[in-house]
């Protein structure tokens, strides 16, 4: 039973003979940088040290037999109960072959909150949005990068949106953080309702509170189509 539910498992999930190739290849051109090999349903990933990530990614690009020309993505996780905290993901294509292969890095612990890695801008110039919407929204720096500003949050947004210690709202809330502590008709406590991270030192003054006795404006009358 137990080697019919292996066999049904093999067949669901096939190695990949390209995949295989490229961890063959990398463990033998860049054998020191390669910290793990990991295989799940048919998708293979290999991690790979920060510091060399430049270098195994031109590896792959100039391989004559791989040729990963493609930078389908690159996101990031955090993981705070782990050590290191962060992980970058980078996802390649072989045009020629249709192969995948999944690259990660690890880095950032509480000695080094705010990590930093090699670009890949200089391999695939498409991996400059993917790398300025992570170090916007997780904080990871990308050395050698020609432009790294954000890309979503405005230019002055304090902290990162995408990091698990992120406050959920962003704003000062009563505690505990759930409705129905003030109500609707009523105006905000002093200090309650401020944006927190939208300057370094949280000192934005919320929108003033109106008047429960003021009246409501009257709204402006719909323009006639023509």
Not at 36 to 47: F, I, N, Q, S
Request: charged share 30%; proline share 11%.
């Amino acid at each position: 039973m137990a080697e019919e539910q292996h066999n049904a498992h093999a067949l669901a999930w096939p190695a990949s003979p390209q995949a295989e190739a490229t961890a063959a290849y990398v463990r033998e051109h860049c054998g020191d940088d390669l910290v793990d090999v990991a295989d799940y349903r048919g998708e293979t990933t290999l991690v790979v040290r920060p510091a060399a990530i430049e270098r195994v990614c031109r590896a792959l690009y100039d391989a004559p037999a791989l040729r990963y020309t493609f930078l389908s993505d690159i996101t990031a996780v955090d993981w705070p109960e782990r050590e290191p905290r962060f992980e970058i993901v980078y996802h390649l294509m072989s045009l020629e072959t249709r192969a995948v292969i999944r690259l990660k890095v690890r880095m950032g612990d509480d000695e080094i909150p705010d990590p930093e890695v090699p670009t890949v801008t200089a391999v695939w110039p498409a991996a400059n949005f993917f790398e300025r919407e992570i170090f916007d929204l997780f904080g990871i720096r990308f050395a050698g990068h020609p432009h790294l500003t954000r890309i979503v949050m405005p230019q002055d947004w304090v902290g990162h949106p995408l990091r698990k210690d992120y406050p959920l709202t962003g704003i000062q809330l009563p505690e505990p953080h759930w409705g129905g502590q003030v109500p609707f008709n009523a105006p905000l406590p002093k200090g309650i309702g401020r944006q927190t991270l939208r300057t370094a030192d949280g000192t934005e003054e919320p929108p003033a509170a109106r008047d429960p006795g003021e009246p409501k404006r009257a709204k402006r009358p719909k323009r006639r189509e023509r």
